[in-house]
Each structure stands twice: as structure tokens, then as C-alpha cells.
């Protein structure tokens, strides 16, 4: 397949700018793989799809203040946005400007704490932190990173809204979006249902959202995310499948890092895995652990809505989104969810 098989016609005026008011108050369209059937619910309909032997899948990673604004000496503006923290005092990241800082030039933030332009390393540069650790400056100068199509500056409600209720470990640069519409309510009341959770990493980077260039997918390259299964996840899938049960992965985040771990494994068994991936899901991959998922609307022509074609289907994937923007479904991060099956 082609990238231009991914293409689809959306509205701006679908793209969602900003969350609504209540997490579990967005739409969730649900569409059965195998058979194609679509049904049009609510968020807080899940648990109606759901049976007591399966285990939800969460990604626990928490999103750092990643966003930057800095000067140079001369004056000119910069735009920093952390792609991976390498320590505590140097990582890797982009930077936007209107000629690019050179190699061994000092960036300003706004209490005159800096930053050292180290090198370039592909496409992304090496920062270090002169005056204190990155998290602290994070801390105190830091914007949460809004996805490109959200056009509006972060707000205050951002810090809490762009982020999931079960955030855990600090590392991402842009949230697990599935995640966002659960709300503590609904978790509990899945605990009371039966239904088991476990837990995977993966620091979602800011090449999530760079576009996929080349129309011959064989010559794409996957941007690297670290992420991390652990032996008690393996075990708690393990003992879901010996009881005939589902793994239902929250969020394509939670797919890659449960098939990295199996593809991972020369057998193709799942087993713990830390590190980074570059594993590229497209038709016609076989998945080995997710049997289905949930997961929000995605851009035209990117490797996500690649990931989704390849678990349900092209087909229906594709007459999914034409049926989503008919009936005025809320795109992207902040946008409405789906509920897939498998093919």
C-alpha cells in the first residue's frame, strides 16, 4: 500500500481545539473488525463493551512541559521543544528559529537561565542546561506541547487536561490520547465489573506527528519512542490469555509497545522488553498480543491511521472516518474515540 491510501477528506472545523468540559462526555464510534459493523455510542458506553475477563492495557507515561521559549544573544527568538531527555541536564530537541543557533551558542529563557547549543544529531540538537537541571527548568519555564493542529497557545487548563488521570512517569512530549477521556469514575467502576488493568510505558515523542513523506511507505523511517513493558505486565496478559481472556490495548502507544516486546522475542513471544522502538504497524502486519483497542481519530496519511488500518482493517478504517466526519465527529488529541475489534 501507498500513502495516498490513507488519505481522507476532514473539515477544520473538526479538528478539536480544545477538550470538552468533562472527560467521558466524548462520542466513541465502535467498529467490530471482522464484520465491519459501526455503532455510534458514548465514552461512558465502554464498559458495555467490555466482559470481566478482560485486561485494559493503560500507557502510564506523563507529559513534561516540553515547550520552551528562549532567546538567542543577538535577540532573536527561539522555539524549543524537548524530544527526549537523555539526563538530567542534556537532551535532544527541536529548534525553531529564524537562522538556527549555531554549535556551541548559549539560549536565553527569561530569567537569564541557559541553555548550550551542543550539536546537531539527525535532524534533532543536543541541549545542555548551563544554570540548573532541565526538570527544573521545565518546571519554571515550560509550556505543555499542544500538538501543530491545536492553534491556540497552552492554557492553564491544558497542564491538567492534556494529560491522563493514571499519568505516571514523566517523559512524553505529547499525550497517550486515548487515555484522555477516562475519568476516575469510570476506572472504578470497571474495577467493580471485574475487569483488569495493567500498565506499559512508552515516552511518546514529537515525531508522532511528523507526516509520512514518501508515497513508497518501504522508505519511511520510524522516529525512535522509548518505552518499557515489565515482567508483571507479560504475567497479567499471560494469565488474561489462559483464561480466555482479552487484551485490550488503551491507545496505539499501548499496541507499539506490546508489539515491540513480542516482535522483539525471536519466537515472537512476548516478554519484557526496555528500550526504543522504531517498529513501523502497517497493512498487512500481524499483531501478536492486542486483540482490541481503543483509540482517537487520527491525521490523514500518517503511520497511526496506518497502525489502525492494519488492526481492523483499510476497508473499514477508511469508511469509518468518511462515516465520522459525516456525522461531525471531534478529531485528534482533544477530539472524540473508537473502540476497534481485531480483523
Not at 545542555?128 to 487548563?157: K, S, V, W
Request: aromatic share 6%.
Amino acid at each position: 500500500m501507498r500513502r495516498s491510501d490513507f488519505h481522507f477528506d476532514l473539515p477544520d472545523e473538526l479538528i478539536a481545539q480544545r477538550p470538552l468540559s468533562e472527560r467521558g462526555a466524548s462520542r466513541l464510534l465502535a467498529l467490530d473488525g471482522p464484520s465491519g459493523r459501526r455503532d455510534d455510542l458514548g465514552f461512558r458506553d465502554l464498559p458495555s463493551l467490555l466482559r470481566p475477563s478482560d485486561l485494559l492495557v493503560f500507557n502510564d507515561t506523563r507529559v513534561i512541559p516540553a515547550r520552551l521559549f528562549a532567546h538567542k544573544a543577538t535577540g532573536g527568538r527561539v522555539e524549543v521543544l524537548i524530544e527526549r531527555m537523555v539526563d538530567a541536564h542534556e537532551a535532544l530537541a527541536h529548534v525553531r528559529a529564524s537562522k538556527t543557533p549555531a554549535a556551541g551558542s548559549e539560549l536565553h529563557l527569561a530569567d537569564g537561565e541557559r541553555l548550550l547549543m551542543v550539536a546537531r544529531e539527525e535532524g534533532l540538537f543536543r541541549l545542555r542546561a548551563l544554570d540548573a537541571t532541565l526538570p527544573e527548568l521545565m518546571q519554571r519555564h515550560g509550556h505543555m506541547p499542544l500538538p501543530p493542529y491545536i492553534r491556540r497557545a497552552d492554557d492553564a487548563a491544558d497542564s491538567e487536561r492534556y494529560q491522563t488521570v493514571y499519568a505516571e512517569r514523566e517523559g512524553a512530549v505529547a499525550a497517550p490520547t486515548a487515555g484522555l477521556h477516562f475519568e476516575a469514575a469510570m476506572l472504578e467502576q470497571l474495577a467493580r465489573a471485574g475487569i483488569a488493568t495493567a500498565r506499559v510505558t512508552l515516552h511518546v515523542g514529537a515525531g508522532t506527528f511528523q507526516p509520512v513523506r514518501e508515497e513508497d511507505l518501504d522508505q519511511h523511517r520510524m522516529h525512535a519512542e522509548w518505552l518499557e513493558v515489565s515482567e508483571t505486565a507479560v504475567a497479567q496478559i499471560e494469565a488474561t490469555r489462559a483464561a480466555g481472556g482479552r487484551i485490550i490495548a488503551v491507545g496505539t502507544t499501548t499496541v507499539r509497545s506490546l508489539e515491540t516486546a513480542a516482535a522483539a522475542d525471536a519466537a515472537s513471544v512476548l516478554a519484557p522488553y526496555r528500550g526504543e522502538s522504531r517498529l513501523f504497524i502497517r497493512p498487512p502486519y500481524a499483531f501478536q498480543v492486542v486483540d482490541a483497542m481503543i483509540t482517537n481519530f487520527h491525521l490523514p496519511g500518517s503511520t497511526l491511521l496506518m497502525l489502525v488500518s492494519a488492526f481492523a482493517g483499510h476497508a473499514a478504517i477508511m469508511a469509518a472516518y468518511r462515516h465520522a466526519v459525516v456525522q461531525r465527529y471531534r478529531f485528534f488529541s482533544y477530539g472524540d474515540a473508537m473502540f476497534l475489534t481485531r480483523r
